[in-house]
């Protein structure tokens, strides 16, 4: 998941009213001189996706090959949730290229 990238000179998040399950965040913010409420819904990474640039590609290939073997927790490329990156994830990667 994406952080959120710093903000434009004016706008800053006063305070987060609410977060449901599906990570949707409901903030107030101000724009300039102006309060607003906004919503934020998460874009999820496709599956394969180990670095979420949007698209599966060489880069997310590296990705496992260079984390190859155990994992201790939350590994990006572990697709399997296994917490050992191996040819199973390889697979994730190749099966869901482009």
Known sequence: MEIIP???????IR???DMSDD???VMQMIFGNNNRS???RPIWPSTGDSNCD???NVDDLLGVINAWGPCE???????????V?????????LENWG
Do not use: H, K, Y
């Open 73 to 83: 927790s939350a590994c990006p490329t572990d697709f399997d949730e296994n917490n």
């Open 54 to 56: 949007g698209v599966v």
């Open 15 to 17: 305070r987060v009213v």
């Open 85 to 93: 990156i191996n040819v199973f994830d390889l697979i994730v990667v």
């Open 38 to 40: 906004v919503v934020a």
């Open 6 to 12: 710093e903000l434009p000179d004016g706008q800053q």
């Open 23 to 25: 990570g949707t965040v």
